[in-house]
């Protein structure tokens, strides 16, 4: 079992930045990949990013470019740097827990209870 606790959303204008943080208990953080998702009103959940075991990561075409994942395993703990904000960035962003046992981030059932990120003047 995994509990993970998401941080650092809120508002910010269009081309700020934002920082996201993940923290994670209850198993070992390092045996997990892991992933922000992000669910807009009206929409699908979708992946945003994942970094691997190893720290290999991977961006929608969406993000790629603007948004970094990183993952501190010290700390337990993985980020989403977020800059160049746009309007349709605005969801709720989620972070969860998954394999990468496979070419495509597999996520499990391990997910944080979501921050919610608005970009708007």
């Known amino acids: 079992q995994v509990q993970l606790v998401e941080s650092g959303g809120g508002l910010v204008q269009p081309g700020g930045s934002l920082n996201l943080s993940c923290g994670a208990s209850g198993s070992i953080f390092s045996d997990y990949a892991m992933g922000w998702y992000r669910q807009a009103p009206g929409k699908q959940r979708e992946l945003v990013a994942s970094i691997t075991r190893g720290g290999s990561t991977n961006y929608a075409d969406s993000v790629k470019g603007r948004f970094t994942i990183s993952r501190d395993n010290a700390k337990n703990t993985v980020y989403l740097q977020m800059t160049s904000l746009k309007p349709e960035d605005t969801a709720v962003y989620y972070c969860?827990?998954?394999?990468?046992?496979?070419?495509?981030?597999?996520?499990?059932?391990?997910w944080g209870q979501g921050t919610q990120v608005t970009v708007s003047s």
């Open positions: 969860n827990a998954g394999s990468d046992r496979s070419s495509d981030y597999i996520p499990y059932a391990y």
